[in-house]
């Protein structure tokens, strides 16, 4: 960078020198995989004209698997000629640290060459990178030197089919399991793995593999898994592989199952496109009771709502088939009508009479959404990047920019100010952070 824009860049980084930046952003949809921030993240509340000062940019590789991060580390996937690479990059420039390479033939059969990359966002724990390619190779590195501890070819070893993308769920890791939907035959649906060592754990289910990420839940002290896989939502021991409960949720056909559950309190969330929508219901650890499902409102491709003060803001809709809808739902609006004595039908009650909606704004365009500091950012796949000010009586958007030219498909990472996004073939740092 030089002149006006170079100083423009230092002027804002030192203006948040003295911030209390927030915390890592290890996993897909961050800390919690719920695309809420930590409480520490400080953002400026109105960006300069020409939007957020760029830290730096550099060329990457096919994919649209989005950054981890954990302290100075970020965990680049992608793919560049017949290789898929897990790079460790310093956030601070995105220079290489080091690189692990693993052969790839993969092609999609769906889309074209840019969509033959990884699509799982990397998973850090416990000082290990787990990263999960599109033909199904699982690997555990070292993130400090990037030496590789282990791998698996799931695929070949557990008999699944790649999909209409390749491998698509991020594993999840708790304490010692790394759970997987892998989505392989003979009761190898779902696999655990050991983190030290990759042995495996535990196989459960037939269940084929979804895209959507799985999370963690907490009932009487016990971490649990609830996952969405290609039909069901399951919850599941991560521990022993005990199934706790399952019900029905996707359909068979050109169908994927995308966004990640999202749990509040008590309550879950599962929602997909395709004419499938959603399922909201209360659950323990013996099942579900639904609140509501059906085909609208809540009915979003891969972009996981984000709960604010009892609404629901999300990306309604498909990337691939415009129109895409932002909405704001009110939760406690969002039930099935049953008269007093009527028993619900089974997966769900009679449909809704009066709308949840609170406000749509239509044509909004596809992307997903990261709530931090009180505010939303919503990255749409077009490029566009959307500071909004979440308001259940109208849209309030605060600043806006154009974040990057291109398919900006994959999912953001925000730590300690620091917005990471990428498209086809560009990584971009933003500086985010602003001052006390």
Not at 33 to 56: C, V
Not at 63 to 79: C, D, E, K, M, S
Not at 295 to 305: D, H, L, S
Request: charged share 20%; aromatic share 8%; net charge neutral.
């Amino acid at each position: 960078m030089q002149g006006r824009s170079a100083w423009l860049t230092l002027f804002w980084f030192a203006m948040s020198a003295s911030a209390s930046w927030g915390g890592d952003w290890p996993q897909i949809l961050g800390p919690q995989r719920s695309g809420i921030a930590d409480s520490d993240e400080h953002l400026l509340q109105r960006w300069p004209k020409g939007g957020p000062p760029t830290l730096w940019e550099r060329k990457v590789g096919h994919g649209y698997a989005g950054l981890a991060v954990a302290g100075n580390r970020g965990i680049l996937f992608h793919r560049i000629d017949d290789e898929e690479i897990v790079e460790g990059i310093d956030v601070a420039t995105g220079r290489t640290l080091f690189q692990d390479k693993s052969p790839t033939s993969f092609a999609p059969q769906v889309g074209g060459r840019d969509g033959d990359g990884p699509l799982c966002v990397p998973t850090i724990h416990q000082g290990r990178v787990i990263s999960y390619g599109a033909q199904g190779i699982l690997t555990c590195l070292d993130l400090e030197t990037g030496r590789r501890l282990w791998q698996h070819k799931t695929h070949r070893e557990f008999n699944a089919q790649e999909g209409y993308f390749g491998a698509g769920s991020s594993p999840i890791v708790v304490d010692q399991a790394v759970v997987v939907n892998v989505g392989g035959r003979n009761g190898a649906g779902i696999v655990a793995f050991d983190l030290e060592t990759g042995a495996v754990l535990w196989k459960q289910t037939d269940e084929p593999a979804s895209y959507s990420a799985p999370v963690q839940v907490n009932i009487n002290d016990m971490p649990l898994v609830l996952m969405v896989t290609r039909y069901q939502c399951v919850l599941i021991d991560p521990k022993s592989g005990t199934l706790l409960f399952q019900f029905p949720f996707g359909q068979r056909g050109p169908t994927v199952n995308g966004a990640s559950p999202v749990v509040m309190g008590d309550r879950l969330l599962v929602t997909s496109s395709y004419g499938i929508g959603g399922v909201y219901a209360e659950f323990d650890l013996f099942g579900t009771r639904p609140i509501w499902k059906g085909e609208k409102p809540v009915a979003t491709q891969y972009c996981t709502p984000i709960p604010i003060d009892g609404f629901l803001y999300l990306i309604n809709g498909r990337d691939d088939v415009p129109p895409a809808d932002f909405e704001c739902i009110e939760l406690a609006a969002l039930r099935s009508r049953v008269r007093e004595g009527d028993q619900p039908s089974p997966g769900g009650a009679a449909p809704i009479t009066t709308s949840p909606q609170k406000w749509i704004e239509h044509n909004f365009g596809y992307g997903t959404l990261i709530l931090a500091d009180g505010r939303l950012l919503a990255q749409k796949t077009d490029g566009e990047l959307l500071l909004i000010n979440p308001n259940p009586e109208a849209l309030k958007v605060v600043s806006r920019c154009q974040s990057l030219r291109g398919v900006t498909r994959a999912l953001p990472a925000l730590s300690n100010g620091r917005y990471f996004l990428r498209n086809e073939d560009t990584l971009k740092c933003l500086h985010l952070a602003r001052g006390l």
